[in-house]
């Protein structure tokens, strides 16, 4: 360890480690730099420190969520790279994310599927009789995709079946009404 002198304006000195020359291998969740030969300069509003060394090692630890924005803004690729950085038991919240960027978009087919056949049982009993179906619909779809992923969340459930299990259940339920209505 290399002790550094700070010394302020005012006179007052302290002992400051801090610099970067080189960095090293990382090694689990830190990254660490073996600084060599540095020289630092630091300006403040009342002080300014002027510092050189000649080797510290500085560990710096990741922080994957504190260095991003959040994982709702990170491309699939980019959770699937952050998730590798992780213990396995705090990746499930990446991973479902991952896959609710998947099964969204399946689920617009499905929904699309579905439409007629709870059309038809709407017929024409009112006017907002339809609406309704199709917000018991989709409200039934969250409460189970909810349930799911906190299952995943509490490792009861797989992240690939916590997330796919409501999709699959309503992709089923909607071809069953399909062909039973196509029948008629």
Do not use: C
């Amino acid at each position: 360890m290399v002790k550094l002198r700070k010394q302020t304006l005012d006179g007052n000195v302290e002992t400051l480690l801090l610099a970067v020359l080189e960095s090293g291998p990382s090694y689990g969740y830190a990254i660490v730099m073996e600084l060599k030969d540095g020289h630092i300069s630091f300006v403040g509003k009342e002080s300014a420190t002027d510092l050189t060394f000649e080797s510290y090692k500085l560990r710096v630890p990741i922080q994957i969520f504190e260095a991003i924005r959040g994982h709702t803004e990170m491309t699939p690729f980019g959770i699937l790279e952050a998730a590798a950085l992780l213990p396995p038991k705090k990746r499930a919240n990446l991973m479902v994310e991952f896959h609710r960027r998947f099964t969204f978009p399946f689920l617009s087919v499905v929904l699309m599927v579905l439409a007629p056949p709870l059309s038809f049982m709407a017929g024409k009993t009112g006017r907002f009789s339809g609406l309704a179906l199709g917000f018991l619909v989709i409200a039934s779809y969250n409460i189970l995709l909810l349930y799911t992923e906190e299952m995943v969340r509490v490792g009861r459930l797989s992240h690939f079946a916590g997330s796919w299990l409501p999709a699959a259940l309503f992709f089923g339920i909607s071809m069953y009404m399909f062909m039973r209505e196509a029948r008629r």
